[in-house]
């Protein structure tokens, strides 16, 4: 359905493209917002940039895009130099989060209109115009103009526009941020399972750890403007480079608990909190790390054998329908829990179980991530 | 200390569509409440009603009785915190004093002291001295949520006061707005179309959609016995599933699979087509063929990155979401168990049918 084609002058048609970046770097009023980075995007494959706000990551699309040029380092789609091409030679679909539709234009020729610059013929327009407004559940609404419309049928237009280009790189700026809840949760498998039918290569820029993981084989993470990490996607999820890495690659953020190392009868014991003591002789660990361990893995009930409880103070119970999210005190510092269900906690101290299993170990002094913990 | 009471309300904003139709509420005094609903559902209007700053079209607004409806905005002790933050140019605690400087009957000291007092409860004590235009967004609102309380208004309005701030102050932010209401206890209505904000700032809340108040409840009942398909699907994450069927004899038949009717329940005699509603956590399914649960196909596996994922599974005619801790590849067969009594009934409107 999504075929994925550059059409040129001379009518050859391409399927997929591959993108590398060769120690890129751009600079805006003399800062460094993009940083000696490369990466190689293989074609046909789906990346995620993950990324806090400010990491770099609308700049790398634009960069990709041809929008900004870079001002070290070069950009090869399918091994050829693009760096010096402008936008519109590199035939990119481009998917934005303040989207901009043509207000005097109905919905239908908002969609067309990159056909129309393209000059094809008034019925294969209709034709593209038509099939995939259809597949994205806005035929009934072609002949309303962008204010008629809710936000989510803008967004749904937007995606259709860019869709109908049929290019073989996609790039996604966080298309999902300024959508309502309801309208992310159908959106997100919606345009994956529309992108999932074409072989385009997409690269999608997120702040979202979920959407990362629901979109992407790769991961590219960028954090203020560097490289921390990439690789395949479950890979880093499972072993986080570092704290930044850990911190954002977890939603909602990872806990990070400062915890000493300290002898004790000739053990190492991580000194993690007042009541959470780990022996941690076997695993030769410096003397200051920090203890990542995701929301999800703190628990109200004992789930498992060899789980240990902490009791922090309650701070503020977040309800959100079906599932909640929790944040407590524990010896000063916060702590986020996250359960599928919701349960109203009348007590103000609590007793939560943990898997030492799912604790990340990383050195405080160079923030790398030293191993997960194992039992001796 | 107020109760607001919305009286038929009703408002256009071009004399054709109406923004808000027909709306009776009534905030009890010093509660908590939320309009919810997707953006364009008339929620904003009926605050701006609520405040004054906007007259509507019909209907009648009272506040402990009294019909404020024509009343300005600074006649009525209300309070609003925007989405973008409303600060001055000048020092934190200059824009918290502000709206006390017209006060002549305050002393320059009980001024002072009530500044304090708020700048306490918000933690603003370190910046005081600064300028705001400096502070980033989560800062800024502070200060205006501060400058808006030192007011002591009788009745503290929020239009979306999240929506833009920065991610990482969110929930220091929202601990702040919570103390603030267990502190003061005004009688609050809290804008959004963010089912947790609305969900953790509200005791009761008005699920909104294309101008009408669908449901307003607890919020527990919203959950567990939604009023309607629409709030079934809205409140949570995701969704309920919602599935169109026929009352035959003792099965509800689906085109593609029937579900027995336990023989204690009995439907209403004039139901024939149902809407099933059916949480994505309240479904249970295998890998493995089992006795009289239905064989569906995976579609998608939505990894999150905890214990569970959502399962897009499908039938010919059905498409459903599972919270499932099991993944699955895409078209391979899963069996699919819907317990009876967790399933909630909708009839072809939308609204729930009560089984007996």
Not at chain 2, 132 to 137: K, Q
Request: net charge positive; hydrophobic share 35%; glycine share 6%.
């Amino acid at each position: 359905m999504l075929e994925l084609t550059i059409y040129t002058k001379n009518g050859i048609k391409h399927y997929m493209t591959k993108i590398e970046l060769e120690n890129v770097t751009k600079f805006f009023g003399g800062k460094k917002v993009i940083d000696n980075v490369s990466i190689s995007v293989e074609s046909g494959d789906r990346t995620a940039i993950l990324g806090p706000d400010k990491a770099g990551k609308s700049t790398l699309l634009s960069l990709i895009a041809g929008i900004e040029k870079p001002d070290g380092g070069r950009i090869y789609f399918d091994g050829k130099d693009v760096t010096r091409y402008p936008p519109q030679k590199r035939n990119i679909g481009m998917l934005v989060q303040t989207f901009a539709l043509y207000p005097n234009l109905n919905v239908y020729e908002n969609i067309a209109s990159p056909l129309r610059a393209r000059g094809l013929t008034t019925e294969e327009i209709d034709r593209e115009v038509k099939e995939q407004a259809k597949s994205l559940g806005i035929d009934d609404i072609l002949h309303h103009y962008p204010y008629e419309i809710s936000g989510g049928e803008c967004q749904r237009v937007a995606t259709a526009r860019a869709l109908v280009k049929k290019a073989a790189v996609y790039l996604l700026d966080e298309p999902f941020t300024n959508l309502d809840y309801k309208l992310k949760e159908s959106m997100r498998v919606e345009l994956k399972r529309i992108l999932d039918k074409g072989k385009g290569t997409i690269i999608l820029a997120t702040p979202d750890p979920e959407e990362a993981l629901i979109f992407a084989k790769t991961l590219v993470f960028l954090y203020d403007g560097k490289v921390l990490q990439k690789g395949p996607i479950e890979e880093c999820y499972s072993k986080p480079a570092s704290i930044s890495v850990g911190k954002y690659f977890s939603k909602p953020m990872m806990n990070l608990i400062e915890a000493p190392l300290v002898q004790k009868n000739k053990r190492s014991v991580l000194n993690i909190s007042d009541e959470l003591q780990l022996d941690v002789t076997h695993l030769n660990l410096p003397e200051e790390c920090v203890v990542g361990l995701r929301p999800h893995n703190l628990y109200l009930v004992k789930e498992r054998e060899g789980m240990l409880t902490i009791s922090p103070t309650l701070e503020l119970q977040e309800n959100a329908g079906s599932e909640m999210i929790v944040r407590m005190k524990l010896d000063g510092s916060s702590l986020t829990m996250y359960t599928p269900f919701v349960k109203r906690l009348k007590e103000k101290s609590l007793r939560i179980f943990v898997d030492p299993c799912d604790f990340y170990i990383f050195s405080k002094k160079t923030g790398k991530f030293i191993t997960k913990y194992q039992r001796g | 200390m107020v109760e607001v009471r919305l009286e038929n309300l009703t408002h256009s904003y071009d004399g054709k569509t109406n923004a808000v139709e027909n709306i009776s509420l009534t905030f009890q005094d010093k509660t908590a409440n939320g309009l919810l609903g997707p953006s364009g559902c008339g929620k904003t209007t009926l605050l701006s009603i609520i405040a004054g700053l906007l007259k509507p079209t019909r209907g009648r607004v009272y506040f402990d009785g009294r019909d404020v409806t024509e009343l300005p905005p600074e006649k009525r002790n209300v309070a609003i915190v925007f989405q973008f933050p409303v600060v001055y140019a000048m020092s934190v605690f200059d824009n918290l004093k502000f709206p006390l400087d017209a006060n002549t009957k305050m002393s320059k000291d009980e001024k002072r002291k009530k500044v304090l007092e708020i700048a306490d409860l918000l933690d603003l004590k370190p910046i005081l001295g600064q300028t705001t235009t400096r502070l980033g967004p989560a800062d800024k609102q502070r200060v205006a949520l501060g400058r808006s309380l030192v007011r002591e208004p009788s009745i503290f309005l929020f239009d979306e006061p999240l929506s833009s701030i920065e991610p990482d102050k969110k929930s220091f932010l929202k601990t702040k707005i919570k103390e603030v209401q267990k502190r003061l206890w005004q009688t609050t209505v809290y804008v959004t179309h963010d089912q947790t904000e609305a969900l953790t700032f509200a005791d009761n809340v008005a699920v909104m959609n294309r101008g009408k108040v669908i449901q307003f409840d607890k919020v527990e009942k919203l959950y567990k016995k939604p009023n309607s398909d629409f709030v079934g699907y809205f409140i949570g994450f995701p969704g309920m599933n919602i599935l169109n069927g026929c009352l035959k004899g003792d099965e509800i038949n689906l085109d593609d699979f029937v579900i027995k009717i336990p023989e204690n329940v009995k439907f209403p005699e004039h139901v024939t087509e149902v809407k099933i509603g059916v949480r994505p956590e309240d479904i249970k399914v295998s890998g493995e063929k089992r006795r009289d649960w239905i064989p569906f196909k995976c579609d998608v596996f939505e990894n999150l990155g905890k214990d569970f994922g959502i399962l897009h599974l499908t039938t010919e005619h059905h498409r459903i979401k599972v919270k499932s801790k099991l993944s699955f590849s895409r078209g391979s067969d899963v069996w699919v168990h819907f317990p009876f009594q967790r399933l909630h009934f909708f009839d072809q409107k939308g609204r729930r049918i009560t089984t007996f």
